[in-house]
């Protein structure tokens, strides 16, 4: 049961654009989320996270959005630049109690020059 | 300074062998964790320790055998390993707050390969 879920596997955007990455997820529960970036052969780097009181976060290129209702964040990273290309994993978990973290699948980001 | 290390970088082992694999942090952190990830899988939690003490244990085969000595190290005893536990070994720590862990920070993994 795959309780976090990200359904594109790969995205390629062009050098200066805009890259939304989209992540889903089933359980209710979950009121703290975060977004990882992942180098090959490397451990995830945290990017920006956010908690379920908010909406929206901000940290420099990077904005997380969360709509509860729908059970859907998403990443946009604005401009894009090469440097981005990477393996992105949405994770979710709960505040309460140690963070017992689950990942989604994650997706392939590829910024063309 | 959000550093985690983690040595070996790349091991080998026969299924006979017993290895270790460590990792240290010196941010303060009193939560430790170990992760397994798969090739094009997402991590997934294998053991939690807090305030140097188990947490949870994810039902991990007893072959993995996690050690706090202190709050800065956490190790993962390997024996008996079978060549399906081949993966990246994530090591993360992260800070205590009000209401629980913070976030999690990673080490760049050991690459383990059991032949």
């Known amino acids: 049961d795959q309780q976090v879920k990200q359904n594109s596997p790969s995205l390629s955007v062009q050098e200066g654009r805009i890259s939304i990455l989209n992540c889903d997820y089933t359980?209710?529960?979950?009121?703290?989320f975060l977004w990882y970036k992942k180098y090959p052969a490397e451990g995830p780097t945290f990017l920006i996270s956010i908690s379920s009181i908010k909406d929206k976060n901000e940290d420099g290129r990077f904005t997380v959005f969360l709509n509860k209702s729908a059970k859907h964040l998403s990443l946009h990273i604005v401009p894009s630049q090469p440097g981005d290309s990477a393996v992105y994993f949405c994770a979710a978990g709960t505040l309460g109690g140690y963070q017992k973290v689950t990942f989604g699948t994650g997706t392939k980001l590829q910024v063309i020059p | 300074d959000t550093e985690v290390t983690q040595t070996p970088k790349h091991l080998v082992m026969g299924m006979t062998n017993k290895k270790s694999l460590k990792c240290e942090q010196h941010?303060?952190?009193?939560?430790m964790y170990w992760y397994k990830q798969k090739a094009k899988k997402p991590p997934e939690l294998m053991f939690v320790?807090?305030?140097?003490?188990?947490?949870i244990n994810e039902s991990v085969p007893s072959r993995f055998s996690p050690e706090c000595p202190n709050s800065s190290l956490l190790n993962l005893h390997l024996h008996a390993l079978q060549p399906e536990d081949s993966a990246l070994y994530l090591c993360a720590s992260s800070g205590m707050i009000a209401g629980g862990a913070d976030t999690q920070y990673f080490g760049p993994g050991t690459r383990l390969t059991v032949l």
């Open positions: 941010m303060g952190h009193r939560a």
């Open positions: 359980n209710s529960m979950f009121d703290y």
């Open positions: 320790y807090s305030y140097e003490k188990l947490s």
